[in-house]
Each structure stands twice: as C-alpha cells, then as structure tokens.
C-alpha cells in the first residue's frame, strides 16, 4: 500500500492532518524555491495567462497545462492558483514526452519554463515543489554563469551550441523569444526521515501535554528489515511508547519489554504502513494497521506511565529524563533504533497532541504543530521512495572538487554519469581538515559512503559500500568495466566533515584490432612461438568467441624465457599496467582484478614471474573476450591456450550426478552462487567412504547427506579446509544414497570430486604433540570422551599474520585451546611497536566439532590441544598463516636462493645479438633511427652508441654498449631477480669484464647485493671492447689477427705476425727454403772436412772453418745489395796451434 493511499484511521483528522500538511508544504515553496511569487505583479497581467493546452501523461497518470507565453515567476503564480507546480520532470521519458507534447507542435516551436530555479542560493537548484534536484538534462556549456540567469527551461530549437530538448537557464522574463510554462496538476512534495537503526533518532527537550488516562501513537513506517526491537518513540526513561518486535506493534507500559502487550498480526517489510496504538487507562487499548483492528490490550496493560523509572544511566548522571525519544528507546537505554523510514508521528488525545510531519526537507532540526522543537542526531530527509534531499553534484571526469562541509548526520550527495565502452574508473576522497579533538570518541567515529548505479543509495539498498577506517576520511577505489549510467553515491558521517575533496577519473577502452588482425584461441588448443621483444612496447592479441555460457573461461601461458604478462576483458582490450614489473617491497605475483560494483568480474590480469600465466573468468557469457600478453622485459618461445569448463546441468538437487567408486569426475569450476549436486550408493558392508576433492584451485566446500540433499546449513558431514582440496570421509557408512553438495563463497577452477570405498581407517595417537604445518590438513582424527589430544606450531625465526586455527567434520563435541608464548618487544632495542598483544590462551567450544580460533598475531611456539567432551571420530584440523619476518632489527634480509643451475642467463654479447634482432626490423644487418622509437633526447642517443659516425648502429656497436662493465653486471642481475646473489654463483658465469667479486663484496658476506653492484659501477674499468676482440689496443677492423693479443701487423702478408717472423720483411718461405738449401750444403762439407782431415794437420782445420763461414754468407747475402769493400790488414802467421796455454797467460799477451 503507497503512503499516499492510505492516511489516518479517524476521517476528520485525516482531512485536518492533510490540509494542514498541504498549507505548510506550500508557504514552505513559497518562502523556498518561489521567491518570485512574492515579486510584486499585477491581477491583469496574471489574467492575460492563459491555457493553451492540456494533457494527460500515460506514464504516471498527472495532468499538465501548457500556459500563454510569460516570465518565470508569472508562470510559477499561475501553477499555484491553479493547485499544481511548475513542471518537476523526474526522468529522461518525463523529459521527452513533455518535449513532443508541447514543445513541438507541428510546425511550432516552443521554449517551455520548468520549475527549476537557483534564484535563492547561485549554484543550489531547486524544484518549484521542493522535489530534490536529480535528474538533469543540461545542453552544452549549461548551466550559464550569469548572475541573473537563475530559471531553467527546455530548448524548443537550436540555441547555438545548445541542441533542442536540452535544459538552459535564463533571466526571469527573457524579451528575446517567448516562453511558454508547463504546470503540473498535484500537491508539493512530502518529506520523510530516514534511520539508520545504528544511531539515528531525534530528541525533543520540550515540555509534552498531560494525557489524562488516553494516549493514541501513530505514524507512518516503512521499514526494509524487521527484525528486532526498532522504536518508533518512547518518552522519558521508560515512559510510554510505540515500537516494533518482530515485526509486531508492541506498546511500552512497563520497564519489562518482555511483558509489553504487542500485536496480533505483523506489518510488511519496504511497504509504507500507517499503526497506531490507541490506551485508554480505563476501557484497554486496541493496536491498528492501516486503520484496520491488529489486537487488543487488556485494561490491565493499558498504563501511561510517566517516564521516571530511575534507571542506572539516569540515575548516575543525575539528568532529568524527561525528553520524548524519536526513533530509538527512551533515556533509560541507548538501544533498539529504528531503521527505515518514519513520516507523520502523531502523539495525542482529543485535548492536546503533537504532530511531527516533517516538513522541513532539510537542516538538523524539525518542528511540531505545536512549536516543539526536535534536535536531528543523523536521521536523513529523503522523499517517500527514499530518495535522499540533498544538492546532487555531479562529478565529471578528471575534475577535482573541494571544499565540502557537511553536519554530523547530514547526506551528501554526488553522481557521475560513466559512458559506455568505461575501461576503468577511480574514485578518490579525502577530509584534509581532520584534526584531533579530545570529544571526538573515534572508536565510534563512523563514514557511511554507498552507490548505487541509476538510483538514489540507501544503507539498506545499494549496489556497493565503500569501507573507511575510523581514523579520518580517506578513499581510493578502483572499478573495472563499469556498466554505462549514472551512478550515485551518499556520503555521511556521525561527526562533521569539514574540507572534503572528491576526484574521479575514468578512461574509455581503446578500440581493440579487427578479429582477422588477432588470433583465435579454441578449447584447449594451444598456440605456440608467441614472442614479444624487449622494450619493443608491443603487444600480442588474441580473441575467445564465445558463443554459450561457461562455468570457467581459463587462459594460460607457459613455456620460454623472458617475462610476459596476461590480460582478458569482455567485449573490450583488457586493461594492462606495470605492476607486474615494477620493483619495490611488494610481492608483485598473483593476479589483479579491479573491484565490481556487483556482478562477476568480466575482467582478470596475471602478473608472475616467468612467463606461467593465469586469468579466469567465471560465470562467463557469452561475447567476446579480449586477450593480450604484454611485457616489459621481453618474452620468447611463449605457448597459450584457451580452456572452457561449461556450465553444470546438476545445478538442481533432482539433477545430481551419481559418482562411481573411485572414478574422478571433472574438472568442474564454480564461484559463489553456483552449487552442484552429486550422489553415490553405498551398499551394505562399505567400511569408510570418502568424498575427495582433486587437483584445481580456489575454495571450494564439500557437504553431504543421507537420503536427503544437503543444504549449506543442513548437512549430516561436511568439509572447512582451506582451498579446493576439501575432502570428507568417515568409517563405517549407513548403506544408501548419500548426496553431496559442492559450492564456494569464491571460487574454484577445474578440480576433480571422486567418491571411493576405502579400507576402515584407525586413528593411532601416542600421546605425543603433532606438529602442525601452514595449510596441512590432518583428518580422521579419534578419541573418547575426555582424552586430549595435542598438536603444536613452530615458527622459528618468522612469525604470524592472521593464524586460523580449524577443527571440523566427523561426529563429537570438543573444545579447541591454543596457547601462545608471550611476546617479548623487550628483545628489541627500538622497544614496544604499536599496540600489544598480551593474550597467550585462546579458546574455542561452541558445542560441536566445529571450532575456530583466531589470532592476530603470533610468534614462536603455539601449542594446541583438542579436548574430547564426548566421543569425536572423523575430525580434522588445520592451521593456516600469512608468514612474516619477525618484527626488529635485521641486518640484511636473507639472500634469495640462487638459480637452478641451467637456468638461462644471457650473457651481454648474447643479450646484445637478441635486442639487435628486435630492433633490426628490415633484417640489414644495421640499426637505423627509423627503427629505434627513442623518446626526446634520441638523435644524441643514438650518436652515443654510433662509434663511428656512419648514421646506423652495426652489431658490434650495440655490443659495446651493452657489454660495458656497469652495463654488464646490471643485465646479469636483472635476469638472476635477486637483491643479493652468492659470490659462488657469479663467479659460474662467463663474463665478457675483468671482475674481482670479492673487492665488490664490500662487507665481507661471500654475497653480493644490488646497492654493492650500483655503488661498484660508479668507478668500474670496462676491459672489454667487441671493436677490439683481443685486447691488444688495434681495432679488429686495422687488427690483422684481431684474436691474437700478440700479434696486430703482418708486414710480408705470409699469414705471420710480424711478432713471430723469422725475418720481419722476408717471408718466411724464403728464409725456410734458404736454410734448406744451406742444410744441404753443410752436410756436404762436413762429410768432405771430416774426410780430410785424416791427412792434413789439425791446424789446417782452423783455416777450412773460415773458408766455411764466408761461403755460408755468400750464400745468404741479397744479390740486390753489394758487399762492402774493406781493407783487412793480413793475418799474424802464429805458428801450429798450442794445446796446453799457460796458466798465466791472458788474451793481451797474444798482441804484445
């Protein structure tokens, strides 16, 4: 039933409520958004308006008149007298039909006034029956800046720039062209406030009328959930009031809720209802709803009591309690809100009462009929569809606004209008006024940010909520492939917010290569040879077209050097960035998906080491999907593949699939949502059945029951491990169907589910703790009531993050303890850190066999023990934790382990001969600028790199850039990935550079850090020049053995160095056939000398010698060149040669 059907159940106040509401409402637009009805204008001219035209709209059934040409204001005077408004248009078909019915009328055109108007506050508009300003449709430029451009009207022909049928703003009475106002027939706009059901409420200080034994309560509720205690109103500490139980009418006579009298029927939920409680302290009382009898109240229960309990809070505080509550309990209890919406409270008798019908649309107080005044503690104005009063501001695209402030309580409200084809979009707002006030209680400090696309958010109904720490308002959001519309979003907080700055940005997706530019990828056919070249800024595409819904849509890549990444959209080029390889302290694996606003993704990114590469997509539909492989580093010899995992048929428990034993069935993929249900029959004598979960990824969950399908909250056993490797199993199964029911709160891709019969399984415990490691599931645990079995967490040097502590399954009662040693911050110089963590015992026993502990942070050795308060079988347990270095000083991280030896470390020659092949796109054997996209200092670049200045770089020239020592060492360790590498894995590399590692290692540690490698480079000698392959100073291309370090010059061209010459400028060929020749002859001559020797004296040898000597150089002597003629005095005749010289004697004796 509309709140507008219906009102109150006694006919006379209801046409007295209502007229009252209507006068109010109307000298409240008058004094609001007509401050030109109070322009003086004369009887005549108003009776020169006329009615053109009449018409009726179809869509909401209103009644509109088209009056004669006017100003703004005469035209708004008309729309009064005439009990209706100028036009409020509500949305876009509004607009367009108002357009074509009287804008455009065959051959005429019409300028039409609309009831919007800033005239009161520049920049705030209003609509002329105090509808808030939504729904806009501004022509280009619009609104104008003039200072008396103040009233808006629809275009009826082109205006410049400003295409018909859109909104412009003029003077009052333009003298230009005509405008023609359009009135629409029905009463001004009706305010309601809305409450959260945390603390919104209103209290009245005021002085409230003696109710002399009868009491009537009524109001308006429109209430989205009804569970719980919600007041309406109470008076005093526990005085007399109206609330909901449930959902029922309850009226409070009594401190005692339990024992207050409530209602026999309930009202509904997100329907305005009109109740009322009617008391009379000598006939009873009677509940109604919607003016319909809902139960009656025995004369014993139908008390007024005055409100003065005396309950704790009042008493301690020494305060009067005596306010009337609206929208929680009284001052006795800080409890039971209201939440929902809440119009026309009335409270009172034949004699007197008070009448809250909120009328004021806005501000942080209201008024009664009577004067009292109401104090508004965050309840929000909003219309009766719940639509927010507030000033929307539109944010556009790259815009930054600031310098809102808004009241504690108070809405703010902004849209923004996202286009289609909306790659992504990032919301930012910031409140840089927040300073500390000591009465500011931050722990209950609360912002409350909701959108919602095409429609007005409300805490109970949007599409997303924005989360924000209690320490100050500050946001950052990203969105991906936001559907095109308008997206709304409220802002509101419990304390003011001062200096608010909002910022969003959102990007068109470029438009992505025809499919014939791309490569098609096919269910599970792979593609091979992808490569990209490094620094090249190129990208690889590829298309699914997929033409049925999928469970999954599964992309991988693997194989090949290098670092590619992966990307997948639909109906769109993915977004792709550089966080895959940006360098810092984060972990930069994994995979990225910008958040939805509801929805499953339609977009994933993969960013991994290497080039092993995953995106999902789940609950695919059918369109086509975008992919692209990017990288920065290069990538090569690169394989991808498409995987479709269909969309199960058994979503329904009448469609399970039966399961044979020990048969797997798969792979199956599911996300939140989507269940399917399986069955086995178990015959008679089966000693353990197990349900078990294989290979794939994600979180999934396991729940199964006998004869019965099982549900996520009725089970007779189920499975609480962490990821998709849940399995369930248990001895001695009860012969018959046993159905299973697989699901996810996330998701889980391409696992396996087998259900087998297994050999009985015994639990065996020694008594000895069992050590527990991160996400290692140990089941079919055992024991009798009473014992205690035990377990224990070592964490050694590291501690924990986020440790959960599981037990589940099986049948049993037990109890889970943990016990932590105690952190010492004493063990560190810098000493306590935040804040502290002084439990050392946790606890779990909810009565069943599922427990769960928690604990924030952990450090050393946990101990854990399952004690059994009956018998348990079957249960499992499993701890899991985020690990983290133990907080503290710390030297040096430790080194990263080093490569696998054969992993592929180009060296920089290598490296120099894969980034030439890139860049060489004619295949030449040169580089030329044109095929170099260099950026802003690229011709002094290249010249740097051009050695010889020939205009093109050759391989040897980009070899000498890259192999240089700084060069050199800097492409080793990016390829090794490691901040620190051993001085051992170095040295088993080849290099081009003369290194000494361990002058490199400047702290002693046998390893070498980036920081020492930066630091080294600063003052590194390169030794190797590829011009100059033998590093003996001669370029290879003057060098003529540019590989031998001894030798540069070969004089006689014989393929002999100079160095290694007999003879320099002969060649060697004639020196060897030379002494050939001289070989010969001194055989000769020996033999002929040794045989005359037999008869000749021994001194006549001495002669044939010297004989011998000249002969031998005749023979040598170059025919070019004749001997020189000396003059050689003749030989002394000395005799027969001596044997035995005497001792005494000296060579000089022999001349003297």
């Known amino acids: 039933m509309g709140k507008c059907s219906a009102r109150l159940n006694n006919e006379k106040e209801r046409n007295e409520i209502v007229n009252r509401k209507a006068f109010i409402l109307t000298a409240l637009m008058v004094m609001v958004s007509a401050s030109p009805l109070i322009t003086p204008t004369s009887a005549n001219e108003l009776e020169e308006i006329t009615i053109i035209d009449t018409a009726v709209n179809p869509a909401n059934n209103h009644t509109y008149h088209l009056l004669s040409a006017s100003s703004w204001s005469d035209a708004a005077s008309v729309a009064r007298s005439l009990d209706g408004f100028l036009v409020t248009i509500d949305d876009a078909e509004e607009d367009q039909w108002i357009f074509d019915t009287f804008a455009s009328d065959n051959d005429t055109k019409r300028h039409l006034w609309i009831g919007l108007s800033d005239s009161n506050d520049e920049g705030d508009y209003r609509w002329h029956d105090g509808t808030p300003f939504v729904y806009r449709n501004w022509g280009e430029g619009q609104p104008g800046t003039g200072d008396d451009e103040d009233y808006v009207h629809i275009t009826g022909t082109n205006m410049g720039s400003i295409e018909p049928a859109t909104w412009n703003d003029l003077e009052d009475d333009p003298q230009y062209f005509p405008v023609y106002g359009v009135v629409e027939i029905g009463e001004g706009a009706d305010y309601a406030l809305r409450f959260n059901g945390d603390d919104d409420h209103i209290v009245v200080d005021e002085e409230m009328p003696d109710w002399d034994g009868h009491l009537e309560i009524e109001a308006w509720v429109n209430i989205p959930d009804l569970d719980g205690i919600q007041f309406i109103t109470m008076f005093g500490d526990y005085g007399w009031g109206l609330y909901l139980n449930d959902g029922y009418l309850a009226y409070s006579n009594e401190y005692s809720l339990s024992q207050n009298p409530t209602s026999d029927v309930a009202i509904q939920e997100d329907v305005w209802t009109h109740v009322k409680v009617v008391i009379d302290t000598e006939n009873g009382g009677e509940f109604f709803i919607d003016n319909q009898s809902a139960g009656m109240i025995d004369v014993n229960d139908s008390q007024i009591p005055i409100g003065d309990f005396g309950s704790n809070d009042c008493f301690q505080s020494g305060a009067d309690c005596d306010e009337l509550y609206i929208g929680r309990m009284g001052a006795g209890c800080d409890c039971n809100y209201f939440q929902g919406m809440l119009d026309d409270l009335r409270i009172g008798n034949s004699m007197n009462q008070s009448m809250w019908m909120f009328t004021e649309g806005e501000g942080g107080i209201t008024e009664d009929d009577s004067g009292r005044i109401g104090d508004i503690h965050g309840a929000a104005w909003v219309m009766p569809d719940g639509t927010i009063i507030a000033q929307a501001i539109e944010i556009e695209n790259g815009e930054y606004y600031s310098g809102f402030d808004s009241g504690a309580g108070d809405t703010m409200l902004f849209f923004m209008e996202i286009p289609e084809n909306t790659q992504y979009l990032t919301l930012s707002m910031y409140s840089w006024d927040f300073e500390f006030d000591e009465d500011i209680d931050y722990e209950n400090l609360e912002y409350e940010i909701y959108i919602s696309k095409d429609e007005i958010p409300s805490a109970w109904d949007h599409d997303y909520e924005i989360e924000v720490f209690d320490w100050g308002l500050y946001v950052y959001e990203y969105f991906e492939w936001p559907e095109a519309g308008t997206y709304w979003m409220t802002v509101s907080s419990n304390y003011d917010i001062s200096n608010m700055e909002i910022n969003a940005y959102w990007e068109l997706a470029p438009e992505p290569p025809e499919l014939d530019e791309m490569t098609e990828l096919n269910d599970g056919i792979a593609v091979t040879g992808q490569r990209i070249s490094r620094g090249s800024g190129d990208s690889l595409y590829f298309y699914v077209d997929l033409e049925e819904e999928l469970a999954e849509l599964r992309v991988n890549t693997w194989g090949g050097p290098g670092d590619c990444e992966l990307h997948i959209a639909l109906n769109g080029l993915p977004i792709s960035d550089d966080w895959g390889w940006i360098e810092d302290d984060f972990d930069s694996e994994g995979k990225n998906s910008g958040r939805q606003f509801n929805g499953q993704p339609t977009s994933d990114s993969s960013y991994n080491p290497g080039n092993d590469e995953t995106v999902q997509i789940f609950d695919a539909q059918p369109g086509i999907y975008y992919i692209m492989m990017t990288t920065y580093s290069g990538c090569r010899e690169v394989s991808i593949q498409a ?177 932590l040693e105690e952190f010492d911050w004493d063990d560190f110089e810098e000493g306590p850190m935040g804040r502290q963590f002084g439990e050392t015992e946790y606890q779990s026993d909810y009565g069943e066999a599922d427990e769960e502990i928690y604990v924030f942070f952990a450090s050393g050795r946990i101990d854990i023990t399952i004690f059994a308060n009956t018998d348990i079988e079957d249960i499992s347990i499993i701890a899991s934790w985020e690990s983290m270095d133990m907080p503290g000083p710390d030297p040096r991280p430790d080194p990263d382990p080093d490569p696998v030896p054969g992993d592929e470390i180009l060296a920089c020659d290598d490296f120099a001969d894969m980034i030439f092949e890139d860049l060489d796109l004619n295949g030449d054997g040169d580089i030329t600028q044109d095929e170099i996209d260099f950026e802003d200092d690229g011709e002094e670049e290249f010249k740097e790199i051009d050695l010889n200045q020939d205009g093109v770089i050759d391989k040897n020239e980009l070899m000498a850039e890259a192999c ?157 060149e004749p001997n020189p003629i000396e003059n050689i005095p003749p030989a002394l005749d000395l005799g027969p040669p001596t044997k035995e010289v005497p001792e005494e004697m000296i060579i000089s004796d022999l001349y003297d």
Request: proline share 5%; net charge negative; with cysteine.
């Open 643 to 819: 995987d479709f995992t269909y969309s199960p048929n058994n979503v329904e428990p009448d469609s399970a699939i039966e399961l044979n034993d020990g048969i797997p069935y798969g792979p199956l993929s599911g996300f939140e949502g989507l269940d399917q249900y399986f069955f086995i029959d178990v015959p008679v004598d089966v000693e353990r059945l197990e349900i078990d979960l294989n290979n794939g990824d994600g979180e999934a969950k396991l729940m199964i029951r006998l004869d019965q399908y099982p549900t996520w909250t009725t089970y007779d056993k189920h499975s609480n491990a962490p990821g998709s490797g849940d399995k369930i199993g248990f001895n001695d199964p009860t012969p018959g169907r046993w159905y299973i029911l697989l699901g996810s709160e996330e998701f889980y891709s391409r696992v396996d589910i087998t259900a087998s019969f297994e050999d009985r399984y015994v639990w065996s415990y020694d008594g000895e703790p069992i050590q527990l490691f991160n996400e290692e599931e140990i089941g079919g645990m055992s024991a009798p009531e009473g014992e205690e079995l035990y377990f224990f967490i070592d964490l050694g040097s590291e501690s924990a993050m986020d440790l959960t502590i599981e037990t589940w399954g099986g049948e049993g009662d037990l109890e889970l303890i943990a016990e």
């Open 964 to 1120: 240089t020592c700084e060069n050199e060492l800097m492409i080793v360790f990016d390829q090794l990935e490691s901040d620190i590498t051993s001085i051992e894995l170095l040295s088993s590399l080849t290099w081009k550079n003369d290194f000494d590692f361990f002058e490199i290692d400047r702290d002693n540690d046998k390893f070498i850090s980036y920081d020492e490698v930066e630091e080294y480079t600063e003052s590194c000698v390169t030794t190797y020049d590829p011009l100059d392959r033998d590093g003996d100073g001669t370029p290879d291309d003057k060098d003529a053995f540019p590989d031998d370090p001894n030798e540069d010059t070969d004089t006689d061209g014989d393929g002999i160095g100079d160095n290694s010459d007999i003879i320099a400028s002969v060649n060697n060929d004639v020196v060897w056939i030379s002494a050939s020749a001289l070989g010969l002859i001194l055989v000769t001559i020996f033999g002929y000398l040794f045989i005359r020797s037999k008869s000749e004296p021994e001194y006549a040898w001495e002669y044939h010698k010297d004989s011998m000597s000249e002969a031998m150089l005749s023979q040598i002597q170059s025919p070019s």
